[in-house]
């Protein structure tokens, strides 16, 4: 176990590496060459991939809070996707959200904007080796630990791979654009979600729903809906403007 911990820990170090290194990468990818117009759409379509089916749907509603039910094959193929979005493995990346809704708004809550920007950017990793009970039922899964312990080189053979036999538009357009978009839209539903929009509940952080959030991450941005029934897969709803895409897709998958 202690081993598992110290990986996990340097997943959620690496996640950022990986995300720092992406956009330094872009800023001279965009300088120095240009991005022709369907890198730009192949980014939009891969962050729907990588953001929506891999993170949104899978990690979070499917692995972490258990809202729906699918196939076996087709939860580990969107986990692969989620796990090149640049957020962490799917152990990390559950772990750290189950912390966020124990601790949410508190001092120990590495999401909340209320205990600063650079924190819920850059995480607090103090809390990082405490695990939740989802993520140490992801441990027992012998493919999601495989994930987990290989997550560098992951990354590291999708980068060379897309790059050696694709060349480097497909390299930003299809991974690090994409990871990048996805990192960024993950911490401003955070932001949002914690500091702008309306509340339907009256839970005891200070979670809010953001229209704009929810538009920009395919449902996310309902954060106070979602705060006070965690479990439930439709984060919208409660309003009849309260569009859920996700939910959508949930639907179509799940048993």
């Known amino acids: 176990m202690k081993a598992i911990l110290k990986l996990f820990r340097y997943s959620l170090l690496a996640s950022r590496f990986y ?71 799917s152990i990390a990346w559950v772990n750290m959200h189950m912390l966020h809704h124990k601790y949410s708004d508190s001092i120990k809550d590495s999401h909340s904007p209320k205990n600063g920007i650079l924190k819920m950017f850059l995480l607090n990793y103090n809390v990082s080796n405490k695990l939740t009970k989802p993520a140490k039922a992801l441990i ?44 960024v839209m993950s911490n401003l539903v955070n932001y949002l979600g914690h500091s702008h929009g309306y509340r339907n509940f009256d839970t005891k952080d200070y979670s809010t ?22 479990t439930s897969p439709n984060f919208g709803g409660h309003n009849w403007w309260e569009f859920d895409l996700s939910y959508y897709i949930i639907r179509l998958i799940r048993k």
Do not use: Q
């Open 19 to 89: 995300l720092l290194a992406a956009l330094i990468a872009s800023i001279s990818y965009f300088t120095f060459d240009g991005a022709p117009t369907w890198v730009w759409l192949s980014t939009l379509g891969m962050y729907f991939v990588y953001g929506c089916l891999g993170v949104v749907v899978t990690f979070h509603r499917g692995l972490t809070h258990r809202s729906y039910k699918t196939s076996k094959i087709l939860e580990n193929v969107f986990t692969f996707l989620g796990t090149l979005a640049g957020t962490g493995s």
């Open 140 to 183: 027992r899964d012998r493919y999601h630990l495989f994930l987990h312990k290989y997550y560098n080189l992951i990354h590291v053979l999708v980068a060379i791979t897309l790059l050696s036999l694709f060349g480097i538009n497909v390299l930003f357009g299809f991974y690090v654009l994409p990871m990048l978009l996805t990192a």
């Open 209 to 230: 729903n953001s229209a704009i959030a929810a538009a920009l991450s395919f449902g996310e941005g309902w954060h106070n809906n979602h705060h006070k029934y965690p």
